[in-house]
């Protein structure tokens, strides 16, 4: 099976201009996002809508492709880019251009998925520790997923999911396993083509949640599991995180 790596880069952003450009510990994010990639991927590809994106890359030695401006999503501008590459692809790893610190395992985790022919999504998912309290688990910008006994994903919501009925809300991650979802994707690619040409619909309107949209469409998504800590860069407080912490997040590996 055949698999490439994407990663959607674009230089505006209301939270944080220029973001793959901003520089952890001396290079480029999307480049240390391009390299942690290619240890796991034989070809992995900058797909940007920007001409200072596009010479960071090659400057560095990677590749890349110009994408329309016009895309609203990530899924958009991977879709666009399959098709401008030249080579047949199985799947299509979507990699976010702000996870720098992510590990090859998980990777690898996303391609494991698909020796199973009826996925045709994959993406990855994290248990809370079951010391979360509600704050904690609650928290909207954290997505939740339940998932059933084969590990397909039924349902992704900011709510906590499922309620339990008779804890305490502070006790509920030690008696139940809560899911946080982490936005790396995998696709079938012609997976990818048909979920481009859908429109919204009302689950994926009412959270917010782009993959909503696919399961009300009757699409699979399969699930892995990852106990790395995500530590994705947003905002410019966030990068200064990651250069205090480098080390320690860089290093970090799946239990």
Request: with cysteine; net charge negative.
């Amino acid at each position: 099976m055949n698999f490439i790596g994407i990663i959607p880069a674009r230089y505006a952003s209301s939270r944080f201009p220029g973001k793959p450009l901003a520089l952890i510990c001396g290079k480029p994010m999307i480049q240390w996002v391009y390299e942690q990639s290619r240890k796991e991927l034989e070809r992995v590809v900058v797909a940007t809508d920007d001409e200072r994106i596009f010479d960071c890359v090659t400057r560095f030695g990677g590749e890349a492709v110009m994408t329309s401006s016009n895309h609203t999503t990530g899924t958009e501008r991977i879709a666009e880019a399959v098709k401008l590459l030249p080579g047949c692809y199985d799947v299509v790893i979507n990699i976010q251009g702000d996870e720098p610190f992510i590990q090859p395992e998980q990777i690898n985790a996303l391609k494991q998925c698909f020796t199973h022919q009826d996925v045709d999504i994959a993406t990855l998912i994290r248990p809370f520790p079951p010391t979360t309290n509600y704050e904690q688990l609650s928290q909207p910008n954290t997505p939740k997923v339940t998932v059933n006994q084969q590990g397909r994903a039924l349902l992704f919501s900011r709510s906590v999911i499922p309620f339990l009925r008779d804890k305490a809300k502070d006790s509920w991650a030690q008696y139940n396993i809560y899911y946080a979802h982490i936005g790396i994707y995998a696709y079938r690619t012609n997976v990818l083509q048909e979920i481009t040409k859908l429109g919204r619909t009302p689950l994926e309107i009412a959270e917010s949640l782009e993959q909503l949209r696919w399961l009300e469409n009757g699409y699979t998504i399969q699930t892995a599991i990852t106990y790395s800590v995500s530590h994705g860069i947003d905002t410019p407080d966030d990068l200064a995180d990651a250069n205090s912490h480098f080390d320690e997040w860089f290093h970090q590996k799946m239990m």
